[in-house]
């Protein structure tokens, strides 16, 4: 490999040094750290795990930081050079990488907890926290739980990466798309309309996802609450609505009432008011577990401030103004509602009679009077 690999640099706008200089790099942490040679390597996802490995030892980060950051350019271009479509064919297939391992288990034991919206920084920082190990958010974790989609969507799994989504955009990365549709044979990245409709049919499986346990099974790890599902439960059930027992309710049954109806009747239009008998259990839970019960304006979250006997409380926001609402119009959890703090909300109401601000509207005054 390293004969190609000095070509595959040389190939590329670079200085006329740059060939030899990672060359020497790769051949110094093959050495120094490693103790064995980094080019016999022809897995790129071997070679991001060995990245990982590195980033967490401090005398090569020292050594790295002398030497101007040379080592970690050196090794990540060696890595990019094995993503290379012409190198493909020499990759080996590999299963996960410990790390891999530990990113899915959390990733299960989010999904686990009925929710299914993490963003980068945050999963990275929970890896951080419950394994001690480093994991950059921006270009190494999108590639890691990349891999893990895989293989859900080889054992017939939501691509479980889904719920990893943007700090800015709360949406997942376009790498996601591209993924979907690498796995599905379709073309939809980049096209808006089949994005949303992609990323809503992906979280709707996995809320209604009984089967989790293959992923644990398949990668050898132990969840709490991830049981064997029992055949006879399973559904074939398409729609929003929300398979739920009482006991699912009950955690549910302290969010405060809030602004939902069953269905709205037809011929008529019904006021949208905090009314504990229009109050729909399913939807808003449904609404819950995509979104999860911190504000999706304001970030704040009861539990963070009050403790966690207060996690599942939160308000639920009905976003359809009232003279959209018409003829059988029946409530979708996920477009028409949102979780938000009871100060966001009074907000949200305050613009007059029968009228709302919108979410943006809201988003826009917090950030004006920071």
């Given amino acids: 490999m390293r004969d190609q690999f000095l070509e595959y640099i040389e190939s590329r706008p670079s200085s006329a ?3 030899s200089n990672y060359i020497s790099g790769i051949n110094a ?5 490693l103790k064995f040679d980094l080019f016999k390597i022809a897995s790129a996802q071997e070679v991001q795990s060995i990245i990982l490995e590195l980033k967490n030892n401090k005398d090569f980060m020292q050594a790295n930081t002398k ?3 040379m080592y ?3 090794i990540k271009h060696y890595m990019e050079f094995l993503l290379e479509p012409n190198q493909k064919s020499v990759l080996k297939k590999s299963n996960l990488t410990n790390i891999q391992k530990l990113i899915a288990t959390e990733m299960l034991k989010i999904v686990i907890s009925g929710q299914v919206r993490i963003e980068y ?3 990275s920082e929970r890896i951080k926290k419950e394994y001690g190990i480093i ?8 590639i890691l739980i990349g891999d893990i989609s895989k293989i859900c969507h080889s054992i017939n799994l939501p691509m479980i990466s889904c719920i990893v989504v943007n700090k800015e955009t709360q949406l997942p990365g376009i790498g996601f798309y591209k993924l979907y549709d690498e796995l599905n044979g379709t073309k939809y990245a980049s096209n808006k309309y089949f994005e949303e409709k992609i990323r809503n049919e992906v979280k709707k499986a996995i809320l209604n996802c009984g089967d989790w346990n293959k992923l644990s099974e398949y990668l050898d790890i132990e969840i709490e609450g991830i049981v064997t599902p029992k055949e006879n439960s399973k559904t074939e059930n398409k729609t929003n609505s929300v398979s739920i027992n009482n006991n699912d309710l009950s955690k549910f049954e302290s969010v405060f ?3 939902v109806s069953e269905k709205y009747q037809e011929g008529t239009v019904k006021s949208v008011l905090v009314n504990k008998y229009e109050r729909n259990p399913i939807a808003k839970k449904k609404c819950i577990e995509y ?3 911190q504000c999706q304006i304001c970030g704040f979250k009861f539990s963070e401030k009050y403790g966690a006997i207060f996690e599942n409380k939160i308000h639920v926001h009905h976003i359809k103004p009232i003279a959209e609402i018409g003829e059988e119009y029946e409530i979708d959890p996920i477009k028409d509602l949102i979780p938000v703090c009871p100060n966001c909300h009074m907000i949200l109401h305050s613009k007059g009679k029968n009228e709302v601000y919108s979410v943006d509207e809201v988003k826009k005054m917090i950030k004006n009077n920071l």
Avoid: C, D
Avoid at 29 to 33: H, T, W
């Fill in 257 to 259: 009432p809030e602004e």
């Fill in 67 to 69: 030497g101007h950051n």
């Fill in 291 to 293: 979104f999860g019960t």
């Fill in 72 to 74: 970690l350019r050196a």
């Fill in 17 to 19: 040094n740059s060939g």
């Fill in 29 to 33: 942490i093959s050495e120094r750290f």
């Fill in 121 to 123: 920084n945050e999963l």
């Fill in 135 to 142: 994991v950059n958010p921006h270009t190494e974790l999108p």
